[in-house]
């Protein structure tokens, strides 16, 4: 695709700072080095191979240094690991190129001590407690050696483009299908405006030969060479400013260097030339090394995988269950601390992610179910339901016999946002007892944009500490941007957490949302904003689809649109969230749609009971309900209670379904 008339914007430079990493042992640092490859994988970097010297001049890479080793870097701890896979490793190597898809890392080319390493493909696998190299077996032509060039996935095609053989830039492009079997290199026909032969050099605080990655929306840096200096700091790029990284030069590591060479580097200027390429012809060309080794599939190497957690993140789950699931006993911590580390909240995270990610967009769901509308952090009344009403426990409840659905808005505005959502992802994580039982959809809170005002980033900060507490919110909000969006009970009740709005036609368009799904965008589909943010009319009496005084964009329909949705789906009703109800429970559309509520006492001022609805067999809907309970005694309750207060002063609550919208909360949006 052509763009003829594009202006190319040329942005200022990110500003970097030095990270303090830290490590075990010397073993685990992964030292100064150049020709490195620095790979995300979930949350961790990994890097491979480079080299471990500069030539005696200092002008570049000395391939005498390379070497093969993996290290990883957590980038919430900020620790290094020396890791030791099992298998054959790709031979000592720099320059190569690296990309990684879900927990696989594949690595291709580069150059070593005897020239251009072959052609082939190497895998590291992590998806189980035990990294594995393997090799990826191809046939037909192959691209040959080369080093310095980039590679990439996308959509199933692992690509890669350009590089240098000897004293030649190349300038081909081939593609490696991953959905397709067997394993074919194919060599890319490219016409139009083509990019100029060429290999990698990017210049970053006057160093070259550096390793570059991003994780979420901060830059790392690592190691590379600056006027003869190797080095082995960490940069960090971060658009917020972060209070553990210090403004500081990076920390030099001499080679073959004297000292008034570092005293000259530390007044040199920022912007340093790039340095020159040290590599040189290769000693030898020879034909692309076969091997015997037994094949990876390529179905193996690139798609998802459903992983089962392993022992340590059970015994996570169990820790967090055993906390937390205490219906008849639990009790606000004095400590507003929280009891999990930032590590521990990712990687329930993560254990939660890869059950959620293989779920549908629109749930397929049985009867008997128990259905929770709004929570909002209000981790007592959850305890409170469960008592009343039964636990999602093998032990003392009844999840053996009926289903839990909960319809989003599981944080903000109450004061135990982490409370609830890292039960509820405990409970889903916990394949082992009840792999299917949990069911978890998307509310309007479930969005970065949105919890980042109404209180459950700040409670990250206040109770995880500022740094840890902010990357663990991240965490959680890329959790949420793959939370299925609808469910279908019988196929006969729809479930969401706002409503069919004016774009939600058919059962089938909602099956076709594909996730993750980020609602915040000006590009989210018309469908996305109906289902997690419109509400019924007023009452049954106002007809047709009407602009919502939420904002732009937010629709409410009346029950004209949901008797008409209902037929032309052969839905018998649709169940939702999203307003707070007096009764906890309210039904429109002369009882084809209900509205459930389940916090009560919303925000400590509307003194409406909480509900949930229980289906049966027979689909008959029965709700069950909780009343507000009286202010608490507790001087320190009622402060905290006041500091959620002060937060929704700005953005005030949903008003009260069916009543008088007061001055204040007109204009609400969430």
Known sequence: MAFPNMQLQHPSPPAYKVLQTFANTEEDCPGPRCGHTLTAVLFNLILFGGSTAVTSDGSGI???????????????????????????????????AAAASGRLLAILGGIGPDGPCNGDLHILDMTSDKFVWHKVVVQGETPGPRYGHVMGIADGRLTFFGGKLGNE??????????????????????????????MSQVLVHGRSHHAAESVFNRIYVFGGITEGLLLDDVLLSDPVDNPQTEQANPSYIRRSLSESSLARLAEAHANLPTVENGFYAPLQQGAVERSNQRQLSSDQFMRPQLIRPQK???????????????????EAPASRKFFLSYTEVVDLCIAAKDIIKEEPTLLQLNAPIKIFGDLHGQFRDMMRLFYEYGSPSTKEGDISYIDYLFLGDYVDRGTHSLEVIMLLLALKAKIIEYPTNIHLIRGNHESRLTNEVYGFKAECMERMGVSDGEQAWEQ????????????????????MHGGIGAYVNTLEAIADIHRPVYPDSEYAPNIVKDLLWSDPTENDSVLGVRRNARGKGVYSFGPDVVKDFCERNKVDMIVRA???????????????????????????????????????????????????????????????????????SEGPPTPVRGGRTAAFEQGSTS
């Open 62 to 96: 000395c391939l005498d240094g390379v070497t093969n080793s993996v290290h990883c870097l957590n980038v919430f701890t900020r620790k290094w690991a020396r890791i030791c896979p099992e298998g054959q490793p790709p031979s000592p190597r720099a320059c190569h």
């Open 476 to 495: 959680i909000n890329i959790l949420f941007n793959l939370l299925p969006l609808a469910a279908l009970i019988e196929k006969k009740i729809l479930c």
């Open 169 to 198: 830039n190349l300038a081909d492009a081939w593609s490696l299908d991953t959905t397709r079997e067997p394993n074919v290199w194919e060599r890319l026909n490219k016409s139009g405006n083509l990019p100029s032969a060429s």
């Open 578 to 648: 999203h307003e707070c109800v007096l009764d906890g429970f309210e039904r429109f559309a002369q009882g084809q749609l209900i509205t459930v509520f389940s916090a009560t006492n919303y925000c400590g001022n509307i003194n409406n009971a909480g509900a949930i609805l229980v289906i049966g067999r027979d689909l008959v809907v029965v709700p069950k309900l909780i009343h507000p309970l009286p202010p608490p005694i507790s001087p320190s309750e009622n402060s905290l209670d006041n500091t959620w207060m002060e937060v929704d």
């Open 312 to 330: 340590s993140t059970q015994d996570l789950v169990k820790k967090v269950i055993s906390t937390l699931l205490r219906p008849n006993s639990w």
